[in-house]
């Protein structure tokens, strides 16, 4: 896989919005949200160009019937891939352009996580640049290289999730 950082993208949110419609048309009554999360529904922020789609449903039995429709999508299905409780569907190969984390509506930390990781970043622009231009430079040092990539990250996404959490309980929460 080639990492390549673009500047952020006005189609972004679009192509979240077309490819969450064709989701709820067969995840139906099992869905209890849908979500744009990741760097590409971070406004200003430079990101793969990969729309990331955090799916909340009820029953992921459920979700799990539905393999069929995801592959007609154009998705594999691969399971938990490494978290617990999570399902993650990716679309694209090598090209990837889309993937979908699904949690079941208990796990709050997961889907809390996500929301409140990307909520911080659209409101704090130095962690937002900050983020962006690690990502921007660590993708030119490792372009094919995402286990690098994603280690060059991993103290920073920890920091600012740390940031994250302490601000949304601390002031959001609390109406501050």
């Keep these: 896989m080639n990492i390549i950082i673009e500047p952020y993208n006005k189609q972004w949110p679009v192509d979240y919005e077309l490819e ?12 209890v949200q849908i979500y744009h999360i990741g760097s590409t529904s971070v406004p200003q922020l430079a990101a793969k160009p990969i729309i990331d789609i955090l799916l909340v449903v009820s029953d992921l039995d459920a ?10 999508l154009g998705y594999e299905v691969m399971g938990e891939f490494g978290m617990p409780g999570r399902r993650y569907y ?14 079941h509506v208990s796990n709050l930390y997961d889907i809390e996580r996500h929301l409140i990781f990307r909520d911080y970043l659209r409101k704090h622009k130095n962690d937002r640049d900050a983020y962006g231009e690690l990502k921007t430079q660590l993708a030119l040092q490792f372009p094919n ?16 999730e740390h940031r994250a959490l302490q601000w949304y309980y601390r002031d959001v929460r609390t109406g501050k």
Excluded: M, P
């Design 145 to 160: 290289d995402i286990d690098s990539y994603g280690d060059g990250k991993d103290d920073l996404v920890k920091a600012i």
């Design 90 to 103: 990716r679309k694209g190969g090598d090209n990837r352009t889309h993937q979908i984390h699904a949690f």
């Design 20 to 31: 969450s419609f064709k989701i709820k048309q067969f995840v139906e009554d099992n869905l």
């Design 63 to 72: 979700l799990d019937s539905k393999q069929t429709d995801f592959e007609k």
